[in-house]
């Protein structure tokens, strides 16, 4: 079982950068890869961003190529999410969790959720 803590999250103005961690304890899989989900108030969670621990494959949201980049630490059982030219579209309560090998972008598709962090953009 694999736990999971999201940090980082908070209050930046349109324009600015955050950068979230999502920290893993117990047993992990490199070949499972750990994918970005977010939530805004009133819609359902979505698919932001995924990489597989060795990082040979990543995978990104249309809404936020060009502007998030998701990496992974895995000496640290880290996986980062480095946001900029953030907006207010962009606040959601930010998740992260275990996908599965052959990797679907979907909710349905990830196990192990944390219990997510709150990134507010004000405009």
């Known amino acids: 079982q694999v736990q999971l803590v999201e940090s980082g999250g908070g209050l930046v103005q349109a324009g600015g950068s955050l950068r979230l961690s999502c920290a893993a304890s117990?047993?992990?899989?490199?070949?499972?890869?750990m994918g970005w989900f977010r939530q805004a108030p009133g819609k359902e969670r979505e698919f932001v961003a995924a990489?597989?621990?060795?990082?040979?494959?990543?995978w990104y949201a249309d809404s936020v190529k060009g502007r998030f980049t998701i990496s992974s630490d895995n000496a640290k059982k880290t996986v980062y999410l480095q946001m900029n030219s953030l907006k207010p579209e962009d606040t959601a309560v930010y998740y992260c969790?275990?996908?599965?090998?052959?990797?679907?972008?979907?909710?349905?598709?990830?196990?192990?959720w944390g219990k997510g962090t709150l990134v507010t953009v004000s405009s």
């Open positions: 969790a275990v996908g599965r090998v052959n990797f679907v972008p979907t909710v349905g598709a990830m196990d192990n």
């Open positions: 117990g047993r992990t899989f490199s070949s499972y890869p």
């Open positions: 990489i597989t621990w060795s990082g040979g494959k990543i």
